[in-house]
């Protein structure tokens, strides 16, 4: 029922900012820790950040001090902001539950390149 769709990726150059959304078509309920993830051609896909309904969050070490997860749940939307990007964060990033998660998305192309 619920489906999520990522958007907000591009090409920016290093030390560079996108912030990305997750927009439900629905209410998102059930399991309400969300995750932003990100995977790299021929890596796995690694969880990035998560964030409760209460609004704590937990980051990668990779992007810790550097990306700020958040949700809106008036706007039933979830955000990554991406700042001082560097090219190892180049990736498809997806949204989805941390747990129970539902099926994946297409993701949004985070390209870090001078």
Known sequence: ????????GGLV?????????CAASGRIFGFNVM???RQA???QRDVVA????????????????RFTISRDN???????????????DTAVYYCNFLYGEISWGQGTQVTVSS
Request: glycine fraction near 12%.
């Open 35 to 37: 995750a932003w993830y």
């Open 1 to 8: 029922q619920v489906q999520l769709a990522e958007s907000g």
């Open 41 to 43: 051609p021929g890596k």
């Open 13 to 21: 150059q290093p030390g560079g900012s996108l912030r990305l959304s």
């Open 50 to 65: 998560f964030i409760t309904s209460g609004g704590s969050t937990n980051y990668a070490d990779s992007v810790k001090g």
């Open 74 to 88: 008036a706007k039933n939307t979830v955000y990554l902001q991406m700042n001082s990007l560097k090219p190892e």
